[in-house]
């Protein structure tokens, strides 16, 4: 395959607002080769490569100011714990301008949902109570769910898929009644792509007294995010997909929420006085976060956020509609291709799921990985929703700030061989 070597080592600007040849030298991972040919990372929705801002600012962290935050007395306790809390100011920046006391660092998404589910939910979910979640959702955001109806009886309902891959919610009226303690919704798929548009999903929700949860582990790197608009009353997200180091995320959860919940875990940080007899908790954000946190790569997260707010959430969508209406024309040329999500790029993301007739989704992403790309196969953390499609496994091509239109070029070249190569 001749184009891949050199379209993708020619990286042009593929929209207004992002430079992209510019900002690819930001990121040294991209100059790595794979198998005789230039890395062409497709893989963001898994996680996103780092800029050297990011890698620096790890690195400066570690040289020149670690220690442990919040107990101790000496400046570089006090310049840690400064640099740490500056992240959760920015970070609450970032999804809204929200009070930075209501962001929780945790390690990722998973681990922020599961908060929830282990604290609000052991609270407040009891017997003959629904949680509704939807069909599309990964496994992040079902398993927790299904875990807490198992503990307590509650019944877990499901809004199921439409035919332009989108949220059916022609029964929604059903599904959200008196018994909904909590509807727990993706913003954005990470196996189709869609964007759900989930505010008036959550007005009815709120109108029956119940709460709401934003999985926005796939949206938040990819386009603005404001709570507040959202009408969200908890909203997890990962750092490692936006650009930062693995091991930060947050959660955002309403105040008087979290007032009003039991920690999730036990330990240093989170009291305010122990006995063996009786312990009393530290307040909100410390109450949740037990034990000495990911510090670094907290504070690497902060500057994976300025690199992010610098861009602009709205030129990175842009840029992401760009290439993905690109890609999706291109795709859509090849008859032997199925795509699995919305044709609409303003009700999409930049994740495109597609299976290749007479090809194993794996044996696509092997074969594109010998010329250099990496792409991920599998049922990408959804089975139920590859059940609802009708496939074990998808191949999906992932876009983000850095890739560009002859990127994709060079795949669907690639594309076009493997198809030869696997027919039968
Ligand atoms: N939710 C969605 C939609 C995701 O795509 C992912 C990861 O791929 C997660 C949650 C979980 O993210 P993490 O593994 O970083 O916790």
Sequence with gaps: MQGATAAAGAAANTSQGLDVAKLRADFPILLRTINGHPLVYFDSAASSQKPTHVIQTLTDYYERHHANVHRGMHTL??????????????????????????????????????????????????????????????????????????????????????????????DIDTLINKNTKLVALTRMSNALGTINNLAPIFKKAHAVGAVTLVDAAQSAPHMPTDVQELDCDFLALSGHKALGPTGAGILYGKAELLDNMPPFLGGGEMIELVTFEKVTYNHVPHKFEAGTPAIADVVGFGAALDYLMELGMENIREHEKEITAYALDKLSQFEWLKIYGPADVDKRGAAVSFTVEGAHPHDIAQYLDSYGFAVRAGHHCAQPLMKALGVTATTRASFYIYNTLSEVDSMCEALAEARDFFKV
């Design 77 to 170: 306790a006090a310049e840690a714990t400064d640099m740490y809390e500056a992240v959760r100011r920015k970070a609450a920046r970032f999804i809204g301008g929200v009070d930075p006391s209501t962001v929780i660092f945790t390690r990722n998404a998973t681990e922020a949902i599961n908060l929830v589910a282990y604290s609000w939910g052991e609270q407040n979910i009891s017997a003959g109570d629904e949680i509704l979640i939807s069909v599309m959702e990964h496994h992040a955001n079902i398993v927790p769910w299904v875990r807490l109806c198992e503990k307590t009886g509650a019944t877990l309902k499901t809004i199921p898929l439409d035919e332009n891959y989108g949220l059916d919610l022609s």
